[in-house]
Structure formats: structure tokens, C-alpha cells
């Protein structure tokens, strides 16, 4: 098993390009999300989905914009980026129930720097 | 708004040394989750704790969950190494949007040999 994959693992855009970072799990999980993670920041939740057809927005999801593909592919998107985008990106995913939903597994993570 | 504060932010020990890492809150959380990152990786989880005062063990790492629920701890024996990373506590709230967690800032430790 893959787990769960992302790409691209780095990516430099230059201010106003638009890009879509590209998530997949092959542990027939339901539920996926979407961090970004910064220095002294921590990791915080842009949107998630609770199964497939579903998303929500967490903590932090302006400009950005999300697409549940099917149950395996949770895909992100950046319209118009922006200098504060610039970041590491995780995509995870976990089992549905209460407590399974907080166990979360991880992918590599996107590296994107917005000039 | 829920917190989780994690202490110290960073470690430098030797090799062989003990050390603990702490995950406090003022919210109580349902269960709380350890991770483990190495640079340029993802987060690893470790250990869930769900019952408060609850005590696990996994191979040199000891996981504590305060009894209140609202406070863990990650002890290290003998640290070597391969321990070197950041560690990152995650509280959930079941209560809350699922699968919603909080994670702290990290702890970042270096073991050096």
C-alpha cells in the first residue's frame, strides 16, 4: 500500500498563477483533509471532507477551494496565489467512526513557495 | 477557541539521556494523539490516548493522558538518535466537526549520539 500521495512535492508559482495540488489514499478511508503547515504556525485545517460528495471548510480556507473526486482523490486549488500561500501542504486521511476520525495518516506533504 | 500549548519548543540531549515533553490545554479533549514528524515527511501518528489518567507504552516512549483530559505527556528513556524529530500532540473533540483536530506547535528534538 501507497498510503496516501501528493503532488507535486514542490512547486514555486509567481504571484496570481493558479494551481491544483493532487491527493490520493488507497486505504478506502472516507473521510480526508487538507493542512498547511508554517514555521511557528503549527498545522492547521484548510478544508476537509467527511466522505465522499461532502466538504467543509476548516480553520483557515480563504482562497482556497477543494474537490472530493471520488472516495480515493481529494484534490486542492489555488485561484489566484498569493506570498501568504506559500507554505507546506498536507493532505490525510482516516477511517470514519468518533474516534478513528482523529487518527489521522499523512502524505509527504507540497512544498509551494509564491513569489 | 481550543489550544494546545507543547513544551519545551525545542531539546538538544545526548544520546542515552531521558527526557519529557509536555501537551497542556485549558480545554478538555476527548482523546489526544501523538505524531512524529522528520523534516521534509509527513506526521507519523504514535499513540492515541482516549480514557484520562490512561498510561501507554511503546517501546521507550511513555504516553500519559492527564485525568482531567486536558494535559499529556510523552516521556523518552534513553533517547537515541533515530528519535530526533518534531513531536506534534493533536487533541479531537468528539463533540465537535469530526475528525477536526487541534495540534500543537511541536516539540522539536535533537538526540545527539
Known amino acids: 500500500n501507497a498510503g496516501v500521495t501528493q503532488t507535486p512535492k514542490f512547486q514555486v508559482l509567481k504571484t496570481g498563477q493558479s494551481m491544483t495540488l493532487q491527493c490520493a489514499q488507497d486505504?478506502?478511508?472516507?473521510?480526508m483533509y487538507w493542512y498547511r503547515q508554517d514555521p511557528g504556525m503549527g498545522l492547521r485545517l484548510i478544508y476537509y471532507?467527511?466522505?465522499?460528495?461532502?466538504?467543509d471548510k476548516g480553520e483557515v480556507p480563504n482562497g482556497y477551494n477543494v474537490s472530493r473526486l471520488n472516495k480515493r482523490e481529494f484534490s486542492l486549488r489555488l485561484e489566484s496565489a498569493a506570498p501568504s500561500q506559500t507554505s507546506v501542504y498536507f493532505c490525510?486521511?482516516?477511517?470514519?467512526?468518533?474516534?478513528?476520525?482523529?487518527?489521522?495518516?499523512f502524505g509527504p506533504g507540497t512544498r509551494l513557495t509564491v513569489t | 477557541t481550543q489550544l494546545l500549548e507543547q513544551s519545551p519548543q525545542f531539546l538538544s540531549i545526548q544520546e542515552g539521556e531521558n527526557l519529557t515533553v509536555y501537551c497542556n490545554s485549558s480545554?478538555?479533549?476527548?482523546?489526544l494523539q501523538w505524531y512524529r514528524q522528520e523534516p521534509g515527511e509527513g506526521p507519523v501518528l504514535l499513540v492515541t490516548?482516549?480514557?484520562?489518567?490512561e498510561v501507554k507504552k511503546l517501546k521507550r516512549l511513555t504516553f500519559q493522558f492527564g485525568d482531567a483530559r486536558k494535559d499529556s505527556s510523552l516521556h523518552i528513556t534513553a533517547a537515541q538518535p533515530g528519535d530526533t524529530g518534531l513531536y506534534l500532540c493533536?487533541?479531537?473533540?468528539?463533540?465537535?466537526?469530526?475528525?477536526?483536530?487541534?495540534f500543537g506547535k511541536g516539540t522539536k528534538l535533537s538526540v545527539k549520539p
Open positions: 490525510a486521511s482516516s477511517e470514519e467512526g468518533l474516534a478513528a476520525a482523529y487518527e489521522q495518516y
Open positions: 486505504m478506502n478511508h472516507n473521510s
Open positions: 471532507s467527511a466522505s465522499e460528495g461532502t466538504t
Open positions: 480545554s478538555v479533549f476527548s482523546s
Open positions: 490516548v482516549v480514557t484520562g489518567g
Open positions: 493533536a487533541g479531537g473533540d468528539y463533540g465537535g466537526s469530526q475528525g477536526n483536530l487541534i
